[in-house]
């Protein structure tokens, strides 16, 4: 993808700065193990990639907002974001024996120093196994924000390619929403609502602009909304081609998250964007 890279902890903390100079709040992380197996087992490795970010960030730029992606599906060798029932890499997650794994992750990242932990893997009772894994540690204080409306859909695609993690075999429509379905990501929201979740993510964000609208009428809970790496790349194409314009239709595009109910906002612009609003 055009201006993203994957980074060493050094970088990161390069970019974090300009980002917070810029004046993006918060900073989210993806981490890509040096190894993956069948359960993802690098995901809570208390030196992993991540965990040192974290601990990096907090020392260094200690105003930012830290939140870590809590998934399975960079670290297991199958790519699925759970671990799966008979290791035929078909699809078929064990929904049930992944919350342990996923809240071991999730403590990890808290006991990092994490001050939001975001589940996007999209099993069911991952908030709730999340919640009590970090209240049992004194981390009670440790938001969740959760993936709730989370669609299978095609504008992932170069983020799998930076994350190298696209599923070896099968998809992920067995557990991330269908793009015809409105009512159902409502049924998984309140639902995370009811586990504990603090904040609802929508996933991607300008294609679902009624689901932004519709999580923040009908719960009044904070709504995050992420631009994902395919909105992002078609900017970039099209503005590299002459033709758009690259930091109208950014703005334009964030604007309409934005009025759609987003309180906030995952882009690949963040820093671009900022910057252009503080000028
Ligand atoms: C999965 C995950 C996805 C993204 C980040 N984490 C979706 C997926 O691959 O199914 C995509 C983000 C993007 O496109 O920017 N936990
Ligand atoms: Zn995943």
New binding site residues.
Partial sequence: MPGVAQTSVDEMLRDAEAAAKAGVGGVIL?GIPETKDATGSEGWNEKGAVQEAVRALKKELPDIVVIT?V?M?EYTDHGH?GILRDGDGDGDVDNDATLELLAKSALSHARAGADIVAP??MMDGRVQAIRAALDDDGFSSTAILSYAAKYASA??G???EAAE?TPKSGD?RGY?MDAGNSDEAMREVFADIAEGADAIMVKPAGPYLDIVARVKSETGYPVAAYQ???EYAMICAAAERGWIDRERVMMESLLGIRRAGADFILTYFATEAAGMLKG
Wanted: glycine content about 6%.
């Fill in positions: 993806f992606d998934c599906c974001c996007s893997d504008y992932y170069p983020f799998r993690s992920r991330q994902v790496s395919g």
